[in-house]
């Protein structure tokens, strides 16, 4: 069973560092890799999406990484600022068995970026 | 503009009375979901469709039941709620291509009384 792992859970930063969020899947029969970000109470809004043969994605400020073979992706932020703020979360698609086309998501990683 | 939605938004209701979570989307999407968030479990499927009249349970099934008649909706059925169905509830939808990303919906919070 695919489980996806996010670290840290929690992290707050002063505006302008560069961070980086981690996640890791245990199955690496995947389709792709998407990371969402979530505003509190709000829905999910898709950030960047790696398929399984690609290596990375990059949009404004973000740049996502993905290693199938050690199942672990990489969501780099740069110059953060407090419109960052937010919940992110990574899911997989499961490419493996009867789970094929379904999101596996890690818990999140809480992002609070300070002034 | 290519969206997905639910409603209603917010919901309060009490144990036993059933209710309905509609959601719709107009991007002529096949494949459809359901999920649930609750802390300390994330995100969890409750049922799918990957078209019309195809329907399959999910991670968390129980005490659900959805039907998918048409395209462009998939309604949430509780038939008789419980406080454990309390949660935030999340309906998705994409392409029949299993590459493809999930588009979802604002959400709709329940309290089961």
């Known amino acids: 069973k695919q489980e996806v792992t996010q670290i840290p859970a929690a992290l707050s930063v002063p505006e302008g560092e560069n961070l980086v969020l981690n996640c890791s899947f245990t199955d690496s029969a995947i389709y792709n890799l998407q990371w969402f970000r979530q505003d509190p109470g709000k829905g999910l809004t898709s950030l960047l999406l790696i398929q399984s043969s690609q290596r990375e994605q990059t949009s404004g400020r973000l740049n996502a990484s993905l290693d199938k073979s050690s199942g672990r992706s990489t969501l780099y932020i740069a110059a953060s600022q407090p419109g960052d703020s937010a919940t992110y979360l990574c899911?997989?698609?499961?490419?493996?068995?009867?789970?094929?086309?379904?999101?596996?998501f890690g818990q999140g990683t809480i992002l609070t970026v300070h002034p | 503009e290519a969206q997905v939605t639910q409603n209603p938004r917010y919901l309060i209701t009490v144990t036993g009375k059933k209710l309905t979570v509609t959601c719709s989307q107009n991007m002529n999407h096949e494949y459809m979901s359901w999920y649930r968030q609750d802390p300390g479990l994330g995100l969890r499927q409750i049922y799918y469709s990957m078209n019309v009249e195809v329907t399959d349970k999910g991670d968390v099934p129980e005490g659900y039941k959805v039907s998918r008649k048409e395209k462009r909706n998939f309604p949430l059925i509780l038939e008789s709620p419980s406080p454990n169905q309390t949660s935030l509830y999340f309906c998705?939808?994409?392409?029949?291509?299993?590459?493809?990303?999930?588009?979802f919906g604002p959400g709709t919070r329940l309290l089961v009384l």
């Open positions: 998705a939808s994409r392409t029949s291509g299993f590459q493809e990303t999930q588009y």
């Open positions: 899911a997989v698609s499961n490419a493996g068995g009867t789970s094929y086309g379904k999101l596996t």
